[in-house]
T-cell receptor, first 113, second 114 residues
Framework: DQQVKQNSPSLSVQEGRISILNCDYT??????FLWYKKYPAEGPTFLIS?????DKNEDGRFTVFLNKSAKHLSLHIVPSQPGDSAVYFC????????????FGTGTRLTIIP | ETGVTQSPTHLIKTRGQQVTLRCSSQ?????VSWYQQALGQGPQFIFQ???????GRGNFPPRFSGLQFPNYSSELNVNALELDDSALYLC?????????????FGQGTRLTVV
């Protein structure tokens, strides 16, 4: 039962353009959503999060959008840089982050110079 | 850098053996969670420890057990290792009791069971 889904295993984007990574969830109890970035041989690094009471959160080049009715969130990176090449995981939690994280399977983002 | 450290970084064990993985939490955090990440998958929740007691468990058998110590460091023990236990094991620390709390991960321990 995959409660958090990232349907695109990989994505290639030209440097300087916008990268859009998508995530869908099925569990209505989720109220806190996070994006993590992972390089090989390292643990996931927290990027940005959003609470279910908001529909947008922005931090520098990173913006996360949440559409609760569609149970969909997306991460926008603009402009994309070569250092953004990594695997991106979407994660969801209940109780505003105080419960376990449920992760998607990840999207490998490659930025083409 | 998150301040969450795990040891060892790599480990090779034989099927049937037992293994202990260690995690040192970020300063100020009161909760440790363990995740298993198989190749090509997202991390899967094993269990969480809060105030030295198990506080939630994922779909893992009892041969996966843990401890949290008064200084909030933690151990993950796996008995009777199976080949499918080969994975990256991640420790995450967080401050439970706060709204919108993020979990910060260590670099992981790569376990190979042969």
């Amino acid at each position: 039962d995959q409660q958090v889904k990232q349907n695109s295993p990989s994505l290639s984007v030209q440097e300087g353009r916008i990268s859009i990574l998508n995530c869908d969830y099925t569990n209505s109890m989720f109220d806190y959503f996070l994006w993590y970035k992972k390089y090989p041989a390292e643990g996931p690094t927290f990027l940005i999060s959003i609470s279910s009471i908001k529909d947008k959160n922005e931090d520098g080049r990173f913006t996360v959008f949440l559409n609760k009715s569609a149970k969909h969130l997306s991460l926008h990176i603009v402009p994309s840089q070569p250092g953004d090449s990594a695997v991106y995981f979407c994660a969801a939690s209940a109780n505003f982050g105080n419960e376990k994280l449920t992760f998607g399977t990840g999207t490998r983002l490659t930025i083409i110079p | 850098e998150t301040g969450v450290t795990q040891s060892p970084t790599h480990l090779i064990k034989t099927r049937g053996q037992q293994v202990t993985l260690r995690c040192s939490s970020q300063s100020g955090h009161n909760t440790v969670s363990w995740y298993q990440q198989a190749l090509g998958q997202g991390p899967q929740f094993i269990f969480q420890y809060y105030r030295e007691e198990e506080n939630g468990r994922g779909n893992f058998p009892p041969r996966f057990s843990g401890l949290q110590f008064p200084n909030y460091s933690s151990e993950l023990n796996v008995n009777a290792l199976e080949l499918d236990d080969s994975a990256l094991y991640l420790c995450a620390s967080s401050l439970v009791g706060r709204i919108n709390t993020e979990a910060f991960f260590g670099q992981g321990t790569r376990l190979t069971v042969v």
